[in-house]
């Protein structure tokens, strides 16, 4: 399950997607919009996606992960729109036999979303409003 | 032949616009669009940020020849996640 939603995710419909019998763990990440953001006092982030491309992008990852730790299933759903405080942006869900291999594909999945998944946020905050924008500087997966 | 060009966030912003159509000659590439579109839309320029090149919903070179119909999207720096 690779998604990019309106609505807000749940996270037991992640859990139950990546439910196996053949796992002896599953790990979820969940990111949270913070109240606060170098000094400034935030009051939302508000997510855009270019939709058809980031659900591809998210399913590549997935794929990725596969081959390189033993885990059974993933999904990573991501929300877009204005996400308030404490309020879930995307949740990732991961099973494997073992838990070590879940964590890290789980790791590699967030941090890998941050570098080339076509989903961008504007915070809103106090005062005003800024996209939110840092690149890797790394050569992309495939080209 | 004419191509389908998407913009997102700061770019959808800068340009007005969210998804237009543009002319171009046979051959062009993916940055030579780039350059015209700055030129028709002036608050697209100067570039501040380092921007990739998507080609139907996958990322390519700036050299890639585009096609006619081809879903072209200049890709700000994303921010994704948390």
Redesign the interface.
Known sequence: MFRVTREAIDLQGLVDFVTDPEAGAIVTFI????NNNEGRKVIA?D????P???E?ELARLGEEAKKRWDIRRMAIV?RIGPVRITE???IIAVSAAHRADAFEACRFA?EE??????????ELFEGGEV?????S?QP?P?? | MKVKV?F???L?ERAGAGEITKEIREGSTVAELWEALQRDYSKLAPVD??L?Y?VN?????ADYVLKERDEV?F????????
Do not use: C, N
């Not at chain 1, 990111?31 to 913070?34: A, D, K, L, N, P």
């Not at chain 2, 919903?57 to 070179?61: I, L």
């Open positions: 990111g949270t919009t913070r982030l997510y855009e996606a270019y058809e491309m980031a591809k991501h879930s942006s995307v967030i979303i941050k570098k080339s998944v076509p989903i961008w946020k504007k996209w939110i924008g840092t690149q500087g992309l495939g080209r | 998407k997102f966030a700061i959808r940020m380092r990739l998507a919903q996958a990322y390519v070179k999207v890709v700000p720096p994303v921010s994704g996640g948390s």
